[in-house]
């Protein structure tokens, strides 16, 4: 066990809709980022924040967004869903900034259909 | 752009000899490197990071090399036994900028 929460573990929904994953990272663990991982594109970045505040952003549309809560947690939220965005979404962790050593959440398991 | 390139082919080897994973990447100048572990259907796990002005590091049966020059990661189980079989990741980290995944490679040992 990582330490790292996500929620729900899978979430199947239409083409246009709009969702929401979340994410509590490790105790004490003041960065959060969030990956992307489908068949054909591996592990891909979305973007990262250090407590509270937007650090770096990745390849992350436009129809996406993310924040993260005083208490740390974060939530990406996906809108206008298209059949692509189907993936394996996950939410990670890690103590300081310099993303070294992350600790992976079990991921939210993304279908639209 | 930045690239990371893993053999995408499986790698199946027998039990008790050493797996070699070779971790090669281009328009990159890392400041360490890591090696993770993902099993089917779970999140990748951190095994080990390696830094720039570091050649070698191991830990337990694990063995990991960096060559700047090169532009080269060896990652190295020896002893390797059936719970090893997984797919194995390279990523490439800077200072405080995003940590680039490659595609992994999937390592079968079989018994």
């Known amino acids: 066990d990582s330490g790292v929460t996500q929620t729900p573990k899978h979430l199947i929904t239409a083409t246009g809709q709009r969702v929401t994953l979340r994410c509590s990272p490790r105790?004490?663990?003041?960065?959060v980022y969030w990956y992307q991982q489908s068949l054909d594109q591996g592990l891909q970045f979305l973007i990262q924040?250090?407590?509270?505040?937007?650090?770096a952003k990745g390849n992350i549309l436009e129809r996406f967004s993310a924040q993260q809560f005083p208490d740390l947690h974060s939530e990406l939220n996906l809108s206008s869903l298209e059949l692509g965005d189907s993936a394996l979404y996950f939410c990670?962790?890690?103590?300081?900034?310099?993303?070294?050593?992350?600790?992976f959440g079990s991921g939210t398991q993304l279908s639209v259909l | 752009s930045q690239k990371i390139e893993q053999n995408s082919e499986a790698l199946n080897i027998q039990e008790g000899k050493t797996a070699t994973l070779t971790c090669n990447y281009t328009?990159?100048?890392?400041?360490?490197l890591q090696w993770y572990r993902q099993d089917p259907g779970r999140g990748p796990v951190f095994l080990l990071l390696?830094?720039?002005?570091?050649k070698e590091k191991r830990k337990e049966r694990l063995k990991v090399t960096f060559d700047t020059t090169l532009k080269q990661s060896l990652f190295h189980i020896t002893a390797s036994q059936p719970a090893d079989s997984a797919t194995y990741l390279c990523?490439?980290?800077?200072?405080?900028?995003?940590?680039?995944f490659g595609a992994g490679t999937r390592l079968f040992v079989k018994a």
């Open positions: 990670a962790s890690s103590v300081g900034i310099t993303n070294e050593k992350l600790f």
């Open positions: 105790s004490g663990d003041l960065s």
């Open positions: 924040y250090y407590n509270g505040e937007e650090r």
């Open positions: 328009n990159y100048s890392p400041a360490y």
């Open positions: 390696i830094r720039e002005n570091e």
């Open positions: 990523a490439l980290g800077s200072g405080g900028f995003k940590t680039i």
